[in-house]
């Protein structure tokens, strides 16, 4: 199907465009009051997610409401743990919850043998259901978490400022470390493929605890299973964005991804100088949505006249924060569009 808007698409393989693509990391969420109404009907979030009619609607909102340049597919990034046979819970106003964790060789061949795409019907589905309504108005994203980031949680079994026991593994116990980080990036790159199957136009890989990592530890631990990939997923489009991890932008403009997503803390000017033939996408802090109208415009055109209008993509520097006023992000998304 052929898109009417491919500004996005066009801008990640780094083709001339005429204005620059935006969407929001989180779009899909708790900011729209008609999200929540959703996710009340839905009674819980693991629900909402694991229900592709209700996955489908929640998608699509921010294309109808919001007029952002793409749609995410609306789910989570734990499926891959739940799907290997490491089911969680969401613990309200705590967060993903693993009551068994991965500890030891033991644990990890009692890991599910079947192949984890086929526990994840119900995101295709959804990818079904969304890629049909769209009907080529606008691409749709997938995406999965980042090996190293779905091993913290599998080896922790919750969010963690540290991930003290996820990094105890890797320093006592490389061996098992490597072992879990290879088969989360097998069943990864399986899920991804799957997804652009069912109509993903471009994946995202999230590593959202990158940055507990020191660069050492990165470049042995991280960088070499999203390289991989990088290298295995030919069609589609892949963005890489590991939040706090500055030390690796140069490093990661090296693998094969089309696109790097920078998070607020790394400099514009030193990233393009980092990462010269790549697309780039971020980086606006979710905080700046607090401001006044005009603050959020000011700042909004400064970061646009620090990228440049090509081989960029407009997005915030992470997730947008759940307490925003969604005219905030209105403005955001509209003075994108008319800069």
Known sequence: MKLQNDLL??????????????????????????????????????TLATTPEMAAEVTIQPVDILGVDAAIIFS?????????????????????????????????????????????????DALDIVKKELNGRVPLLGFAGAPFTIFCYMVEGQ???????AKKMMYSEPELAHELLQKITNATIG????????????VQIFDSWAGVLSPEQYNAFSLP???????????????????GAFFARE???????????LDWNMDIKESRALIPNKTLQGNLDPCVLYAPMKEVEKQTKSMLT????????ANLGHGVYPDTDPEKVKCFIETVKAF
Not at 159 to 165: A, E, P, R, Y
Not at 306 to 313: P, T
């Open 9 to 46: 698409i066009r801008a990640a393989n780094g083709e001339q465009v005429e204005r620059i693509p935006v969407w929001m990391m989180r779009q899909a969420g708790r900011i729209l009051p008609e999200y929540r109404a959703v996710r009340a009907k839905a009674g819980s979030f693991i």
């Open 76 to 124: 989570d990034i734990l499926v891959i743990p739940e799907a290997m046979g490491l089911p969680y819970e969401m613990v309200e106003a705590k967060g993903p919850y693993f009551p068994n964790t991965i500890s030891n060789f033991e644990d990890l061949n009692k890991l599910s043998q079947s192949n984890p795409v086929d526990n994840l019907a119900y995101v295709f």
């Open 159 to 165: 969010g963690s400022k540290t991930f003290s026991k």
């Open 191 to 202: 899920y991804l493929k799957t997804q652009i199957i069912h109509g993903a136009d471009l």
């Open 225 to 243: 299973y999203i390289a991989q990939i990088c290298d295995t997923i030919t069609e589609a489009p892949v963005t890489v964005f590991a939040k």
């Open 251 to 261: 490093d990661i403009g090296k693998t094969s991804c089309q696109v790097v997503g």
């Open 306 to 313: 620090a990228f440049g209008k090509q081989k960029y993509i």
